[in-house]
């Protein structure tokens, strides 16, 4: 089935601009197949073009995809070296199609702690997409929402104690803006795939009013048929917001 086939009744106008993955899964999906754990990442990263694609074709701003936590470091040093050769071939290969397509790269977490040669093709192909104003593929990488706080409370103690920042100016707003998404919304859908039901250190701030979906499919083999379904069902949700159903804007 082609994606545009399949996306006919969505309602454009009721699309979450900001939808954000925890693409998970990929390991059982080898060990079921007997398989190297390495290559269920590599069919992830083919799972990662379709919904990519996707995503640009119904025009949904940004992308948020979980692809290193600041935890996935205390695995094996093999399979971080495998996940980094993939990221970096990921970002060669597809660097012509994001630019292309008008699709910015962006990266939040700490990718500093990368390799040197997976800084340089972000900064390259962050570079070369820089001006693009379609879809954001925002790659969280060495991300973690605990340190992500960590490091905005640190920033924001610093203005304080500099005088630069009276403390009765701290508000959600300034919060907001010193963490690594201050220039995107807020993720409206939150999709897990392959069944766990928990957020493992993702957008702790972010995810506060997100609709959540947790689908048992492994991520190699989420599909832009089910990412389809996922959308239709967030279009039947009523987000309320804390007020009671159908409440008038005040
Ligand atoms: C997600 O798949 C990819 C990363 C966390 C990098 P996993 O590697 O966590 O796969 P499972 O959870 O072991 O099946
Ligand atoms: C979350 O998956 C991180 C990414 C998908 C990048 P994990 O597989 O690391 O999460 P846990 O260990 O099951 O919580
Ligand atoms: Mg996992």
Request: aromatic content about 6%; hydrophobic content about 40%.
């Amino acid at each position: 089935m082609n994606s545009k086939a399949s996306n006919a009744d969505l309602a454009p106008e009721g699309l979450p601009r900001h939808v954000a993955i925890i693409m998970d899964g990929n390991g059982r999906w080898a060990k079921k197949r007997l398989l190297n754990r390495v290559r269920g990442h590599e069919k992830g990263a083919d799972a990662v073009r379709g919904i990519v694609r996707t995503c640009r074709e119904l025009k949904i701003q940004v992308l948020t995809l979980y692809a290193f936590s600041t935890e996935n470091w205390q695995r094996p040093a093999s399979e971080i070296k495998a996940l980094m050769g993939l990221l970096k071939k990921f970002l060669t290969e597809e660097e012509q199609q994001l630019t292309k397509n008008n699709i910015r790269l962006e990266v939040i977490g700490q990718p500093q702690r990368l390799p040197d040669d997976v800084q340089a093709i972000i900064r390259q192909v962050r570079g070369a997409t820089a001006a693009n104003d379609g879809l954001v593929l925002n790659l969280a990488l060495s991300y973690g929402g605990r340190t992500e706080i960590v490091e905005m409370v640190r920033t924001i103690a610093a203005k304080a104690a500099a005088g630069t920042l009276q403390p009765e100016a701290i508000d959600e707003a300034l919060v907001a803006d010193h963490l690594y998404t201050r220039h995107l919304p807020d993720p409206d859908l939150m999709i897990r795939t392959s069944g766990e039901m928990r957020i493992s250190n993702f957008l702790l701030w972010q995810l506060a009013y997100a609709e959540l979906f947790v689908t048992p499919t492994l991520w190699p083999d989420f599909s832009p048929e089910e990412f389809i379904a996922i959308l239709k069902d967030y279009q039947q949700r009523e987000r309320r917001f804390g007020k009671v159903p159908a409440q008038p804007e005040s």
